[in-house]
């Protein structure tokens, strides 16, 4: 299979160094940060097992159902996203890489998620939303960056809103974000029936302040959060510690 043949105009092909998995890009559209990567490799590692269906909100270029693709056993994987560009180079890719029996991706808002799949059938919701509040810095609310990084299209409120009503009782939910919109998270979290059960910051170095939380929640459960160890992304040699090797596949 000719990959190139999947490109369109200021796309790049990008290897993804798994399970000889690649994935589409556009730098001036939407390329994945770390963000993604560490979010599939802290879902795979704490999800049940039993974890054969899966809904990945916001889903951007497809990043996160293809890793867990190739991270989990999972059979039915959906992807959401509102950006009908960056979601047909997600359909490319889930293409390219012949994962059409597995996984699916859907052009919608997923606050209209329940018009488009089946409420409450997911063992499992995975989201890297958008970070920031409307109103912090300039934004342009037509920009394709923008709503990725800004709560234009979406709210955390609705990302919690829409994974509770997605998923099964006892449904697992795992999130990226930044550490200053956890007191957000915890509460918004608990409002819209989802526990957190979970938690692990990341640090660029032993010296800093952590630069993204991971978060694990369970539909329904009982309250008890258990914070984990670190995630350090850099030792001090400025290579990636051993931790971050494991999660990158290398």
């Given at each position: 299979?000719?990959?190139?043949?999947?490109?369109?105009?200021?796309?790049?092909?990008?290897?993804?160094q798994r399970n000889g998995l690649f994935i589409i890009q556009h730098?001036?559209?939407?390329?994945?940060?770390?963000?993604?990567?560490?979010?599939?490799?802290?879902?795979?590692?704490?999800?049940?097992?039993?974890?054969?269906?899966v809904l990945d909100l916001c889903t951007g270029n497809g990043i996160i159902p293809i890793l867990l693709s190739a991270k989990t056993t999972a059979s039915h994987i959906i992807g959401m996203e509102i950006q009908a560009d960056i979601a047909d180079m997600a359909v490319r890719?889930?293409?390219?890489?012949?994962?059409?029996?597995?996984?699916?991706?859907?052009?919608?808002?997923?606050?209209?998620?329940?018009?488009?799949?089946?409420?409450?059938?997911?063992?499992m919701i995975t989201v890297n939303p958008p970070y920031f509040k409307v109103g912090h810095?300039?934004?342009?609310p037509?920009?394709?960056?923008?709503?990725?990084?800004?709560?234009?299209?979406?709210?955390?409120?609705?990302?919690?809103?829409?994974?509770?009503?997605?998923?099964?009782?006892?449904?697992?939910?795992?999130?990226?974000?930044k550490p200053h919109r956890l007191g957000d998270i915890i509460y918004q979290m608990r409002e819209e029936g989802i526990e957190p059960k979970?938690?692990?910051?990341?640090?660029?170095?032993l010296r800093s302040e952590p630069s993204m939380v991971l978060v694990e929640g369970r539909k329904g459960a009982a309250a008890e959060l258990r914070i984990e160890a670190p995630l350090i992304i850099y030792g001090?040699?400025?290579?990636?510690?051993?931790?971050?090797?494991?999660?990158?596949?290398?």
């Open positions: 299979m000719n990959k190139a043949s999947f490109l369109k105009e200021g796309e790049r092909l990008d290897d993804l730098p001036e559209k939407f390329c994945f940060g770390m963000d993604a990567v560490l979010l599939s490799g802290f879902a795979a590692e704490h999800a049940s097992a039993s974890c054969d269906s890719s889930v293409e390219m890489n012949s994962l059409g029996d597995r996984l699916k991706i859907l052009t919608c808002d997923i606050k209209e998620a329940a018009d488009h799949a089946d409420a409450a059938s997911f063992d810095g300039i934004i342009n037509e920009d394709t960056k923008t709503i990725s990084r800004h709560e234009v299209a979406c709210t955390l409120k609705d990302v919690l809103k829409t994974a509770c009503t997605m998923l099964i009782p006892g449904g697992y939910f795992y999130m990226v974000h979970r938690l692990k910051t990341v640090h660029p170095d001090p040699d400025g290579r990636y510690t051993e931790e971050m090797y494991t999660i990158y596949g290398y």
